[in-house]
């Protein structure tokens, strides 16, 4: 099976009017305007590196609308765009993937917090098949541990994601997370008591409640 995307732009005449495309079909743009024909606009899936999700491009267009009609000059956040996996477990995510942070900035400038276990809806029950979650904190060392990624493979992971995403969004730091007091019981809380580091090479162990 195979998903994913095509943007039709091939009966367009774009190449008329001298409008970049990548082999994909894609408008080559910069900020939803195209870089070879700055007057034509594109958003969403159709423009070049953007990512496939429906919630980018409707703020996208919002976002354009406003700045071509009423002279506002706000820009499209590309980065730390929230999303959610729903499968029957579901994994939600938040700004940079493990590897992509390593790439980035070096793998000994990446501190990497996580732990695995149980909700409580399923440890609670006695359930025979309790299913094992996850959750992980990729941050940046030299800036007092800047959190670049979230990551959490757990039922209702994207309630859970779309919360944090705002911390992301307004730069939090590990100790932000310390600091926040968890609700309990509840499956987010796991994120104030990350404590085991990934380099530190210890087996995880899935607790319940």
Request: contains cysteine; aromatic residues 8%.
């Amino acid at each position: 099976m195979a998903i994913g995307r095509d943007a039709v732009t091939n009966d367009l005449g774009l190449d008329v009017v001298g409008v970049d495309r990548a082999k994909s079909g894609k408008i080559i743009g910069r900020r939803e305007q195209s870089v070879s024909c700055p007057y034509v606009y594109a958003i969403g899936d159709v423009l070049n590196g953007c990512p496939e999700l429906t919630p980018v491009a409707i703020q996208a267009g919002r976002v354009l609308m406003r700045r071509l009609y009423t002279g506002n000059s706000e820009l499209t956040e590309y980065d730390k765009i929230p999303t959610t996996v729903f499968t029957p477990l579901e994994y939600g995510s938040c700004g940079l993937s493990e590897d992509a942070a390593i790439q980035k900035y070096g793998k000994e400038n990446i501190s990497v917090y996580h732990n695995v276990f149980i909700p409580l809806e399923y440890s609670i029950t006695e359930r025979k098949e309790k299913i094992h979650c996850y959750c992980k904190l990729i941050c940046l060392k030299n800036e007092q541990d800047l959190v670049l990624g979230f990551h959490i493979l757990t039922p209702n992971a994207g309630e859970i994601t779309q919360g944090f995403a705002i911390a992301l969004k307004f730069d939090a730091k590990k100790a932000d997370f310390d600091r926040l007091i968890g609700i309990h019981p509840t499956v987010a809380e796991n994120f104030t008591t990350l404590t085991l580091l990934k380099e530190d090479g210890q087996t995880l162990k899935a607790t319940g409640c």
